[in-house]
């Protein structure tokens, strides 16, 4: 079962939104529809998160992706559709079992740190666990521990402005992993950092996801930051999920102009892997010719042309197992990396 799921959700904020819903549904075009004060936020979501599973939204400003994920725990009623977490309907739930979900299950880790300033570091990670109703004790034993998992440990006693902004967040990090919420909801959360920090953020979760195994859905406008964290990838246009797919996916084979558009200036050697080009071999491979060169399925193609450098035969693209999946004849890979669209070049 999935863990998280969105049937058809809309959201239409204005003056009569279910009957926004029906025109939408009926054709009319979103601009009309602004122009009367209706604004369809979002229109038409569906999709499901698995368990352990990074699900980000990729959308620019105003495309719907807070709205979207404000839907999820519950804090927005969709105007028409429903979102089910644990094969449960999260607007059916009484009041209390949706606090319940809010302060237990799931949570939100924003863009601004908010941290209160009068609170200890370790009180601003136990926050939680103090509206959960927890005893003092319980409550900084796992705030610590969460103030450890991302690298704060020592911290506890400082006041958040002794922090740097890239340590705030992580203290904001810390609060939505110690209540020990299975699904972590987060808004651009890494957007208010430097660069450089913020690629040791995405690290960092990377990492930390290895062990903890949350489902998160994690909203961004960066393609880079999408393709780096993301599992699987829905981008958003004007309140509608244009493509669903994982960062190969969207990079080969985009659904429109528009997301073509969009992913044009990523770097293609970084996020293609061998699997995505890899032919099935026309003959045996010899694995164990000393001859052979052989590459994981998930090398990014950056770091095929050392080794394609070093032998006139394909490439012999192993699995996990060492077994043979695939392999890659150096123009194929000169192809995927050169101008020529990596479509193509994946059917050639
Ligand atoms: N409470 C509200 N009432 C009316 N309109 C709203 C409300 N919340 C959002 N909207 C509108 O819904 C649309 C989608 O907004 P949303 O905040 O979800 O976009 P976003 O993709 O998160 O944008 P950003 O990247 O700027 O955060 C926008 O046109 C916004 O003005
Ligand atoms: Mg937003």
New binding site residues.
């Given amino acids: 079962m999935s863990k998280l799921v969105a049937e058809h959700v809309f959201k239409v904020?204005g003056r009569r939104p279910k009957e926004g819903v029906r025109r939408i549904q009926a054709g009319t075009d979103r601009d009309e529809l602004r122009a009367e004060g209706t604004?369809a936020?979002v229109i038409d979501a569906s999709f499901e998160v698995q368990q352990g599973e990074i699900f980000v939204v990729m959308?620019l400003?105003?495309?719907?992706?807070?709205?979207?994920l404000r839907t999820l725990n519950g804090l927005a009623q969709p105007t028409s559709g429903r979102v089910l977490f644990d094969g449960r309907d999260v607007s059916s739930l009484a009041a209390k079992d949706l606090r319940h979900l809010r302060s237990h299950r799931i949570s939100m880790v924003f863009q601004h740190f908010a941290l209160f300033p009068h609170r200890s570091v370790l009180d601003n990670a136990g926050y939680g666990l103090e509206v959960q109703g927890l005893p003092r004790q319980e409550r900084e034993e796992r705030a610590a521990q969460a103030l450890e998992l991302v690298g704060l440990a020592g911290w506890e006693r400082s006041w958040p402005d002794e922090l740097s902004g890239g340590m705030q967040q992580r203290v904001g990090l810390a609060r939505a992993l110690a209540t020990d919420a299975d699904l972590l909801l987060m808004d651009?959360s890494f957007s208010a950092l430097d660069p450089l920090i913020r690629r040791d953020m995405q690290d960092q979760l990377l990492t930390l996801q290895q062990r903890l195994r949350k489902t998160i859905v994690f909203i961004t406008?960066d393609l880079n930051e999408a393709m780096r964290l993301g599992d699987r990838i829905a981008v958003?246009r004007d309140g509608r999920i244009v493509q669903i797919g994982t960062a190969q996916d969207i990079l080969v084979d985009p659904a429109s102009d528009y997301v073509a558009s969009f992913v044009q200036d990523v770097d293609r050697s970084r996020v293609l892997t061998a699997a995505s080009i890899m032919q099935k071999p026309p003959v045996a491979v010899d694995l164990s010719d000393p001859q052979c060169v052989t590459a994981h399925t998930d090398t990014p193609l950056a770091e095929l042309l050392t080794p394609a450098s070093r032998t006139r035969q394909p490439l012999a693209v192993v699995d996990d197992e060492g077994r043979l999946s695939g392999v890659i004849a150096r123009d194929t890979l000169l192809a995927a990396l050169g101008d020529q669209p990596v479509k193509e070049a994946h059917r050639a």
């Fill in positions: 904020f604004t936020a959308g400003s105003g495309s719907g992706k807070s709205t979207l651009e406008h958003m």
